[in-house]
């Protein structure tokens, strides 16, 4: 059976790449590792069927077979021991790629994801943060998760 990668039906970031599937999906096609997607609506991330795979009800979860993970970040280091291309196989080299994966997660990324939800999501680079004039986008619409 093939893995089942969860994904937003509809991202709030409307296509940018911020959803953290994205990581999970650059990982799988630099690896060439076929798999599914199943697209989840903001409600159904609330419901058991979910929540059983993520107790946090976010995306995005990884089935493969009994395996069943949550967290892009750990998705993707079960990636690299599954599939030999993502990280070095000398241990030492392995660690300092696994440190600076672990420092882009929770050092490097978040301000760059601060700044970029604060930016115009419409690219026209006038709309105050959070607004968007051309389309009537507002970042406080996205329901809470």
């Given at each position: 059976?093939?893995?089942?990668?969860?994904?937003?039906?509809?991202?709030?970031?409307?296509?940018?790449?911020?959803?953290?599937?994205?990581?999970?999906?650059?990982?799988?096609?630099?690896?060439?590792?076929?798999?599914?997607?199943?697209?989840?609506?903001?409600?159904?991330?609330?419901?058991?069927?979910?929540?059983?795979?993520?107790?946090?009800?976010?995306?995005?979860?990884?089935?493969?077979?009994?395996?069943?993970?949550?967290?892009?970040?750990?998705?993707?280091?079960?990636?690299?021991?599954?599939?030999?291309?993502?990280?070095?196989?000398?241990?030492?080299?392995?660690?300092?790629?696994?440190?600076?994966?672990?420092?882009?997660?929770?050092?490097?990324?978040?301000?760059?994801?601060e700044r970029s939800?604060?930016?115009?999501?419409?690219?026209?680079?006038?709309?105050?943060?959070?607004?968007d004039r051309r389309?009537?986008?507002?970042?406080?619409?996205?329901?809470?998760?």
């Amino acid at each position: 059976m093939c893995p089942i990668l969860t994904a937003f039906a509809t991202s709030p970031d409307r296509g940018q790449g911020l959803a953290r599937d994205m990581r999970v999906r650059w990982a799988l096609e630099e690896l060439a590792v076929p798999y599914n997607v199943q697209l989840l609506g903001f409600a159904e991330l609330k419901q058991p069927a979910h929540l059983a795979r993520n107790p946090f009800g976010q995306i995005p979860t990884w089935q493969d077979g009994g395996q069943v993970l949550f967290e892009s970040g750990a998705i993707v280091l079960y990636l690299a021991e599954q599939h030999a291309g993502l990280l070095p196989a000398d241990p030492d080299a392995r660690m300092r790629a696994i440190m600076w994966v672990l420092a882009a997660l929770n050092t490097v990324e978040p301000p760059i994801v601060e700044r970029s939800m604060s930016a115009c999501v419409c690219g026209c680079h006038s709309c105050p943060p959070g607004w968007d004039r051309r389309c009537g986008w507002r970042a406080s619409s996205v329901p809470a998760t």
